[in-house]
């Protein structure tokens, strides 16, 4: 599940919003931390600790807002994340195609042989 928007969970204000869901609770779309107690599977200061790596990873900003702590997605931080994920994955298709086309050369070479 992807987050656009985060409240930081220490006070009862705090809210969180998954991508692509709508919310009653707010014309930003935003829930408060209690609607969601049910269905997440960890504790509030699980979430805290969550939200601070992620922003340490530089994958999301924090603001003050009053009390709370307003999390956003950092687009240059997702940016970087899809960049390193492409150059993985073209990589990963490079090597396995070197590895095809040398097992197809071998499986050319062994039939030769046999006839």
């Not at 935003?30 to 107690?37: H, K, T, Y």
């Not at 922003?55 to 702590?69: F, M, N, Q, S």
């Not at 240059?76 to 050369?105: C, M, N, P, S, Y």
């Amino acid at each position: 599940m992807t987050y656009t928007n985060a409240r930081h969970p220490s006070s009862t204000r705090s809210a969180i919003r998954p991508a692509g869901r709508s919310s009653k609770a707010s014309p930003r779309g935003l829930r408060r931390w209690a609607s969601w107690r049910g269905s997440l599977p960890v504790s509030r200061p699980a979430v805290s600790q969550h939200l601070k790596v992620l922003k340490e990873a530089g994958l999301v900003t924090d603001e003050a807002e009053g009390t709370r702590r307003i999390y956003r997605l950092d687009p240059r931080g997702i940016a970087a994340v899809r960049e390193w994920l492409d150059a993985q994955w073209g990589q990963a298709l490079t090597a396995f195609k070197d590895f095809a086309d040398e097992a197809w050369v071998e499986e050319i070479r062994s039939k030769e042989t046999r006839e």
